[in-house]
């Protein structure tokens, strides 16, 4: 009898302590699963230290993965029931992002408002067109697919897009336009696979709907069908996670000859640690039009990164984007650069939903008032200056020095004028095209 007792104590303490032995210890971790960073080991002077060291051993327990995965194939079979970090059922065989509750407009929404205006300000001192762009989720457009009993509303993102509109904003909210393809019929959200983010036809509808609301657009023309093929591919995997689907998903293929020139500025050209997204694109097919459709800077979220993205490429001829989340605030940096036409910002509603953004950078973000020769001090010739280091696209100049109690600073290069804007390191510089560059440097600042 007593050997019995001790097989099964050995069993129980071999049960308790082998995901104990497999604990993720890996810095910085992101479960797969959840799409989000597991909880770091917290420090003494955590304020909620007992538990953040719950949150630790619940996140990074041996086999978390495999248990999630086994009770969601369980709870799915025997009740019918999506039990998933991230997912719930809907009617008609729909899956959506779990809805944690109702939320209202908050001090983050006033802070990101601000800064558009501030930014837009900028851009218009400087004659570039902005548009700012709102990307609904599924929840918003396919409520009536949600589960029984379950409202939801988005009406915090009309607070924010109204004062945005008092500013004066060129506001595309493709909500309507979406909820009226789904309402005639027209899938722009696969019922299961990647529900976070609309589909091909869905981006098809949306970045037209874009276009025909820019102001300046020369001959630029909605995308049609025809330039695409059309391929229908098999999805058998729920994104971030290892539930098995069977869906059918059409993928739109532009025919156009895409040229793509992002790999032309690596190493050169500064983009954020966490969202380091960029490109370059030229659509050959366009050469003949290019002085008459707007060049283009995207600061893009998941929406456009693959799906929305093809139809950009395919409209326009220049066709430059930045992954917007954190480096929106860079945007001086990049216009110096890149010297577009028209600027759009591009957000979806779950990067509201999930805090995406870097309130205190946006809140403390300074852009240049706009130059004007007459109400600046100048220092010519300034060639002794400046810090110029020249790379095989990208030239970077950086101010020795800068006289005290400076705010607003540029540098006219050539006969164009550039905002100095200040780096990760502290540098007062100027990233520019190599081609831009010429040793005829003239310093500019107000007091």
């Keep these: 009898m007593k050997r019995k007792q001790y097989i099964f104590l050995i069993i129980i303490i071999l049960i308790i302590s082998i995901p104990l032995i497999f604990l993720n210890c890996t810095g910085r971790d992101k479960s ?80 990101f ?70 309402l005639s019929g027209e899938s722009v959200f696969n019922k299961k696979y990647d529900i976070f983010h609309w589909n091909d036809l869905g981006a098809f509808y949306g970045v037209n ?25 098999s999805r058998k ?59 283009i800077l995207v600061f893009q979220g998941s929406y456009m990164n693959g799906m929305g993205e093809k139809f950009l490429k395919n409209a326009f001829y220049e066709y430059v984007f930045v992954n917007g989340y954190d480096n929106l605030v860079d945007m001086d940096y990049y216009v110096n650069i890149f010297k577009p036409d028209l600027v759009i910002l591009d957000v979806e509603e779950d990067t509201f939903l999930d805090g995406y953004g870097y309130e205190s950078n946006m809140t403390n973000k300074v852009f240049n008032v706009g130059f004007n020769r007459d109400e600046l001090s100048c220092i010519a010739d300034c060639f002794d200056k400046v810090i110029v280091t020249r790379g095989k696209k990208l030239t970077k100049i950086v101010l020795k020095e800068v006289p005290s109690g400076v705010k607003d600073m540029y540098l006219e290069i050539g006969g164009n004028v550039y905002d100095v804007v200040t780096n990760v390191l502290g540098e007062k510089m100027v990233t520019i095209m190599n081609e831009d560059y010429s040793d005829d440097i003239s310093f500019y600042y107000s007091e």
């Design 237 to 295: 995997e729920l994104p971030l996670s290892r539930y098995e689907i069977d869906e059918k998903e059409e993928v739109f293929l532009p025919k156009s000859n895409i040229e793509n020139l992002s790999s032309e500025y690596d190493g050169e050209l500064y983009t954020g640690s966490n969202h380091s997204g960029f490109g370059y694109y030229v659509n050959q097919n366009k050469l003949n039009k290019k002085d008459r459709i707007p060049k």
């Design 113 to 182: 408002a601000n800064f558009v205006i501030k930014a837009s300000r900028y851009l218009k001192a400087k004659d570039i067109e902005f548009m700012f762009v709102f990307n609904p989720s599924k929840a918003s457009v396919m409520n009536d697919r949600l589960p029984y009993g379950m409202n939801y509303d988005c009406i915090w993102k009309d607070q924010i897009q109204e004062v945005m509109k008092k500013e004066g904003i060129n506001c595309v909210d493709n909500t309507d336009t979406l909820i009226l393809k789904h």
């Design 209 to 233: 709907n874009i276009i025909e609301n820019i102001v300046s657009h020369g001959e630029l023309l909605p995308n049609s069908k025809d330039e695409f093929n059309i391929e229908v591919k």
């Design 32 to 111: 797969k699963m959840e799409n989000r960073t597991l909880q770091e080991f917290p420090t003494l002077s955590s304020q909620d230290l007992t538990g953040s060291i719950e949150r630790y051993f619940s996140d990074r327990i041996g086999f978390r993965d495999e248990c999630v995965s086994a009770n969601m194939y369980f709870n799915d079979s025997v009740f019918s029931k999506l039990e998933h970090p991230l997912y719930m059922y809907g009617k008609s065989g729909n899956i959506f992002k779990n809805i944690k509750g109702p939320r209202g407009y908050i001090s983050y929404d006033s802070s």
